[in-house]
């Protein structure tokens, strides 16, 4: 058997968190069998090199941000699909020289793209699904389109998520369903005694993630405002990266107007050191969250979390045992869990003991594996050369 070459492909080199899942996945798999090519520059192309994966860029010479999923009309899709086609073209060259088994595409776009490059390289096609494919995220014709091109072009599914999953149509094709896992290193010299929990009027509270509007950041603002005891700081760990800057001025005036004591740190590499800092990780998207790495993150990190549901979140939180969690969009009730937290030393340990404890199921050396061997069957499929 030819042994397996991995091939990531990904339409954007900005560290969000499909990207940073690829980059935690490849880093645990078996060295020198993977690769990741980007069709945009940006700092995913250094992060990667830097842990010695192989990377490529293979540039786009056409904006596809103009298809930005709500945004672009029928016109601007189809002259992007138009380009992604293209670009395809050209990416199956680079898949044979990578010598490619399989393809894996890690967002919609680069499952069109992937559908030409893998098949010019006579490897199939596998999509890592990172986002539900549903009416309410990407709008109901595009969300039925992305899903038939799913079923046409891909030999088989990884999914983040059950919850993902079940927004695909995957109709007797291989599914894997592989968590995003987080890293627990060897010798972390960063952890020892996690810290005591504060008491209520000193609480820090962190929320991580892109500043979006479906993450709800702004509807956190509004529920934090409504809490009887305010906590000393709060944290919004996150950049705004996909034409997102309007919302995050939103945001500030917000938390301006409403009097709140909320520090905007923009992107950072890490947010670990924030997470450790915290006592309390919301997180508070307002759509099903299709995963949700930072709610494990802050797990992980010792936080009492508060996170949202349906989505990724109930298949990680197991409420009042681990963390807590409220349904997406009620104010009111996030208002009342902060409360509840906020007010509760004791059982802000409680929950933040057994969530390190529940963290260590997400470790991506698993993920890893279990992906490795789904691509290893996959990449003996058909469309191997001969
Ligand atoms: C996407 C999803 C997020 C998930 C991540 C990794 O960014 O929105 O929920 O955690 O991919 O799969």
């Known amino acids: 058997m030819t042994p397996l070459k991995a091939v990531f492909l990904a339409h954007t080199a900005a560290p969000s968190g499909a990207e940073l899942a690829t980059l935690r996945m490849v880093s ?56 992604l086609l293209k670009l395809g073209w050209a990416l199956g060259d680079t898949m044979r020289e990578l010598e490619a088994t399989v393809v894996i595409a890690s967002s919609s776009k680069a499952l069109l793209m992937g559908a030409v490059a893998a098949r010019r390289a006579r490897v199939p096609l596998v999509w ?11 709008g109901r014709w595009l969300a039925l389109v992305i899903r038939l091109l799913g079923r046409v072009a891909a030999r088989g599914y990884i999914a983040n998520s059950r919850g993902t999953l079940a927004s695909l149509w995957t109709w007797r094709k291989p599914v894997l369903v592989a968590y995003p896992g987080v890293e627990f290193p060897a ?25 979006a509007p479906w ?4 509807h956190f603002l509004r529920a934090l405002a409504g809490v009887r005891v305010l906590p000393r700081d709060v944290y919004l760990v996150g950049g705004a990266f996909f034409d997102e800057e309007a919302y995050r001025a939103e945001l500030e005036v917000h938390a301006t107007a409403l009097d709140l004591p909320v520090t905007f740190t923009g992107h950072v590499e890490d947010p670990e050191p924030y997470l450790r800092h915290a006592d309390i ?62 007010a509760d030393q004791e059982l802000r340990t409680k929950l933040a003991d057994a969530a390190r404890v529940r963290a260590r199921d997400f470790d991506v050396a698993q993920t890893a594996r279990a992906v490795t061997d789904f691509l290893t069957r996959l990449s003996g499929s058909r469309w191997r050369r001969g």
């Open 28 to 83: 645990a798999m078996p060295a020198g069998q993977t690769a990741v090519v980007y069709t945009e520059d940006g700092p995913m192309l250094r992060r990667m090199a830097e842990r010695g994966i192989e990377t490529r860029l293979v540039r786009n010479d056409f904006d596809s941000r103009a298809m930005t999923i709500r945004k672009a009309g029928v016109r601007s899709l189809l002259t992007g699909a138009a380009g």
């Open 187 to 211: 010798h972390d010299d960063r952890s020892g005694e996690p810290a005591e929990q504060r008491p209520p009027a000193e609480t820090v509270i962190v929320v991580v993630g892109r500043l």
């Open 128 to 138: 890592h699904v990172h986002d539900r494919v549903s009416a309410d995220y990407f």
């Open 281 to 342: 990780l919301v997180h508070c998207s307002v759509l099903p969250e299709p995963f949700g790495q930072v709610v494990v993150e802050g797990m992980r990190a010792g936080c009492a979390v508060i996170a949202t549901r349906p989505g990724g979140p109930e298949e990680i939180v197991e409420p009042g045992l681990n963390g807590l969690l409220v349904d997406a969009g009620d104010r009111a009730g996030l208002t009342h869990a902060l409360d509840t937290l906020i």
């Open 215 to 218: 993450k709800g950041q702004d």
